[in-house]
């Protein structure tokens, strides 16, 4: 199944307007939006609900060094252009975006990466959905509940909705994930909101509200 998304102009346009009309009412999203400098792609828009509680960029990266210090883990750290991470969690933490366990309440994880040269030839829809966890290859191990192909503009990708269980003992966790392909297939982007299945289920309207509000708008031209 195909869908489209509207263009930024109009998704920033009602946001704004939404905020003049609230006058002093108590915001209900904050909204990221991005134009990475010198990136080989274009700006990215998202909203998350403000109560959940935006990480600076140092430290993300500060989290992620521990697992990021060589091999490939290092590389991808080192393509990365752009990254945000949100915790709905009363106490929030960065272990909960990145740790293995399931979080109890959903976190938010979005970048923008490029591709290495090597890469860029098998930059696939497939290859997308296994950004994560290699769903195509898991069999009966993973429950696939959203399989979506995407296009905003020029650009194509995927939307995934998996549940599975990590390690014995450990809860199930549900992962929505929305990868897409820059139009020259040298970029990813990507949107994770995850945690225990149990979590997914109680607040899928609001996972759904910045699933949904994912924007991409490519500044390329020709």
């Known amino acids: 199944m195909s869908r489209s998304r509207r263009p930024l102009v ?29 990136a080989l792609a274009g700006t990215v828009y998202f909203k998350v609900p403000y109560t959940w509680t935006a990480f600076p960029t140092g430290s993300i990266t500060t989290a992620q060094q521990p697992w990021a210090t060589a091999g490939d883990p290092q590389l991808l750290l080192q393509a990365t252009s752009w990254q945000e991470a949100y915790d ?33 030839p098998g930059a696939t829809a497939a290859g ?20 979506d192909i995407l296009s905003q503009g020029r650009v194509d990708g ?13 809860p ?10 820059s139009d ?6 990507l949107l994770v909101v995850r945690c225990t299945t149990a979590c997914y289920t ?16 490519e500044d390329r031209s020709g």
């Open 128 to 147: 997308l959905r296994d950004l994560l966890v290699p769903v195509s290859t898991l069999g009966k191990a993973v429950r696939v509940t959203t399989d």
């Open 172 to 181: 199930e966790e549900t992962i929505d994930q929305t990868a897409y392909l």
């Open 158 to 170: 995927v939307h995934v909705v998996f549940s599975y269980t990590s390690a014995p003992g450990q």
């Open 202 to 217: 109680a607040h899928r309207a609001e996972i759904d509200s910045v699933t949904s509000s994912y924007t991409i708008q």
């Open 88 to 120: 709905s969690a009363p106490q929030p933490s960065l272990s909960h975006v990145f740790g293995r366990t399931a979080p109890d309440q959903p976190v938010v994880y979005a970048s923008l990466r490029s591709l290495y040269t090597e890469e860029q």
């Open 10 to 38: 109009a998704l920033v346009g009602a946001a704004l307007g939404a905020a003049l009309v609230s006058g002093c009412a108590a915001p209900v999203f904050r909204y990221a939006t991005e134009k990475p400098a010198g």
């Open 184 to 189: 020259g297939t040298d970029a990813v982007y």
